[in-house]
């Protein structure tokens, strides 16, 4: 399944996940975030933000991921105040809700999204939340 990956210092870049089988696929999913367990953010329609669960707090004796301003003005601009820790994957889903790969167009729109994220000045935490 294609995905994109956005690190914790907003370097994007395209990856493939092993979509055989829901083990397989959110075993990948994990190691790229460096999690246990992940959220899944509703970015667009078809369109989904996955992050680390535990990594705003560094809970399960984990290292707290460090704030991400680029994947937070990302959700941002899409109408939701969100402050995102460490490394992000994006990931499309059917019509179902089932994970699926992005579209050439999904990743176009991604694309367009972190462009224009990434050329804001970094924001604070506070800065977000003051919007």
């Not at 999690?35 to 933000?49: E, N, R």
């Not at 809700?97 to 176009?108: D, M």
């Not at 694309?111 to 804001?120: E, L, Q």
Request: with cysteine; proline share 4%.
């Amino acid at each position: 399944m294609r995905a994109i990956h956005v690190d914790a210092n907003g370097t994007v870049s395209s990856c493939v996940l092993d979509g055989a089988t829901l083990t397989t696929l959110m075993d990948g999913i994990n190691e790229r975030l460096g999690s246990d367990w992940y959220d899944v953010i509703g970015y667009t329609d078809g369109i989904d933000l996955l992050v680390d669960d535990e990594g705003a707090t560094g809970q399960g004796g984990r290292t707290k991921q460090p704030f991400n301003p680029v994947l937070s003005t990302m959700v941002q601009q899409t109408g939701h105040p969100a402050i995102l820790h460490g490394p992000g994957l994006f990931l499309g889903h059917d019509a179902d809700g089932n994970p699926a790969g992005l579209t050439e167009q999904q990743v176009a729109h991604v694309m367009t999204g972190w462009a224009a994220a990434s050329r804001y000045d970094l924001v604070t935490a506070a800065d977000l939340l003051t919007h």
